[in-house]
T-cell receptor
Framework: AQTVTQSQPEMSVQEAETVTLSCTYD???????LFWYKQPPSRQMILVIR??????QNATENRFSVNFQKAAKSFSLKISDSQLGDTAMYFC?????????FGKGTRLHILP | DGGITQSPKYLFRKEGQNVTLSCEQN?????MYWYRQDPGQGLRLIYY???????QKGDIAEGYSVSREKKESFPLTVTSAQKNPTAFYLC?????????????FGEGSRLTVL
């Protein structure tokens, strides 16, 4: 069975700093998708970034980028030049066929 | 504006009562999902539906029921058989089904059992 582990329950960084959120997963599959979702205090969850496992190039969306290490089954999220609006819960997720599995989340605080 | 609407936002229920949470989407998505979110537990899948009149159990379906009579609507009933129903419930939809497709979420419904 697939599992997704986020080892950092909570993190705090100063505004404008760079922060990296960790995610590891366990699967025997070769083709799958990985996601990072953000849940701000207003509660509506939104997609931050998506990575297809068959693509070697790391996905990037503006200040957000991932470090995808397929062999190590690692999928970390880097937020550059962090902003107060980045304060949120961040969930890593694994998707294959008709299943998506979420990690338990990392609560990120951006401090002014 | 397209999106997912969940209602009510807050709901209180007495023990032994059934309650139905509404989820409506106008994104023309085929697939819809219900998740339960508890502190420190992440999101757990309750039920999902990929087409009208069809749905599948997720990981924690016991004590819940759903229907999918219309593409736009996927209501969730929390029955009295659910032993610990107090939680935050999230509805989501997707155009491609789960594999690879982005999930679009509603704002959630918080259910409290008194």
């Amino acid at each position: 069975a697939q599992t997704v582990t986020q080892s950092q329950p909570e993190m705090s960084v100063q505004e404008a700093e760079t922060v990296t959120l960790s995610c590891t997963y366990d699967t025997s599959e070769n083709n799958y998708y990985l996601f990072w979702y953000k849940q701000p205090p207003s509660r509506q969850m939104i997609l931050v970034i998506r990575q297809e496992a068959y693509k070697q190039q790391n996905a990037t969306e503006n200040r957000f980028s991932v470090n995808f290490q397929k062999a190590a089954k690692s999928f970390s999220l880097k937020i550059s030049d962090s902003q107060l609006g980045d304060t949120a819960m961040y969930f890593c997720a694994f998707s294959r066929d008709d299943k998506i599995i979420f990690g338990k989340g990392t609560r990120l605080h951006i401090l002014p | 504006d397209g999106g997912i609407t969940q209602s009510p936002k807050y709901l209180f229920r007495k023990e032994g009562q059934n309650v139905t949470l509404s989820c409506e989407q106008n994104l023309n998505h085929d697939a819809m999902y219900w998740y339960r979110q508890d502190p420190g537990q992440g999101l757990r899948l309750i039920y999902y539906s990929q087409i009208v009149n069809d749905f599948q159990k997720g990981d924690i379906a016991e004590g819940y029921s759903v229907s999918r009579e219309k593409k736009e609507s996927f209501p969730l009933t929390v029955t009295s058989a659910q032993k610990n129903p107090t939680a935050f419930y999230l509805c989501a939809s997707s155009s491609f089904g789960l594999a690879g497709g982005e999930l679009f979420f509603g704002e959630g419904s918080r259910l409290t059992v008194l």
